[in-house]
């Protein structure tokens, strides 16, 4: 069964950094682009960062750069966002999710499976 | 910056009838959009891509169409569990999405 399990997700204080991993199962995560996409309470859909199979193209939403870092593993089939100056605006479910091709950072030909999500919630 | 619309916001259907959402652009663009379906509490799911293609799975009820600045999604008999949250992607942006809800 092909799947994604996000974690890392939890509560931490304004400013403090975090990490999500995306463990992938059923198909070599290596083959093929990953995308964060973070989804605010009640609210709609935000694509965050990408990064192609090999890591050569990475990009990144205009609200997190400089802030989050994507990065893989192929050989232990997993995908990570460092999160750094965490704030209120980025208080979300975050979703790890697997693009249609494999050449590009960016999400150009949609994206077919995804994880459950993980919750990210900052809070003093 | 392209500015993305999804129309209506909310769309209120019975079961059996037909469903027309509409994904519009700013200005013209290729056909990499793609179409997402989520239920509350569920992750999205991948309907439609390249404007036109079913995704793996998806039921042949769905389809979608368009060019240039106006896309559409037709749901051609609605099924009680199409009544979901739906969304238009385009490169790194999400239409705000329309809601489909029971009647």
């Known amino acids: 069964e092909v799947q994604l399990v996000e974690s890392g997700g939890g509560l931490v204080q304004p400013g403090r950094s975090l990490r999500l991993s995306c463990a992938a199962s059923?198909?070599?995560?290596?083959?093929?682009?990953m995308h964060w996409v973070r989804q605010a309470p009640g609210k709609g859909l935000e694509w965050v960062s990408g990064?192609?199979?090999?890591?050569?193209?990475?990009g990144y939403a205009d609200s997190v750069k400089g802030r989050f870092t994507i990065s893989r593993d192929n050989a232990k089939n997993s995908l990570y966002l460092q999160m750094n100056s965490l704030s209120a605006e980025d208080m979300a479910l975050y979703y790890c999710?697997?693009?249609?091709?494999?050449?590009?950072?960016?999400?150009?030909?949609?994206?077919?499976?995804w994880g459950q999500g993980t919750t990210v919630t900052v809070s003093s | 910056e392209i500015v993305w619309t999804q129309s209506p916001a909310t769309l209120s259907m019975a079961p059996g009838e037909r469903a027309t959402l509409s994904c519009r652009a700013s200005?013209?663009?290729?056909?990499?959009l793609a179409w997402y379906q989520q239920k509350s509490g569920q992750a999205p799911r991948l309907l439609i891509y390249?404007?036109?293609n079913r995704a793996t799975g998806i039921p042949a009820r769905f389809s979608g169409s368009g060019s240039g600045t106006d896309f559409t999604l037709t749901i051609s008999s609605l099924e009680p569990e199409d009544f979901a949250v739906y969304y238009c992607?385009?490169?790194?942006?999400f239409g705000p999405g329309t809601k489909v809800d029971i009647k």
């Open positions: 999710a697997k693009a249609l091709g494999g050449g590009s950072g960016h999400p150009l030909y949609g994206m077919d499976v």
């Open positions: 059923g198909f070599t995560l290596g083959d093929y682009a």
């Open positions: 990064i192609s199979w090999d890591s050569g193209s990475i």
């Open positions: 200005q013209s663009v290729s056909s990499n």
């Open positions: 390249d404007a036109s």
């Open positions: 992607q385009y490169w790194e942006t």
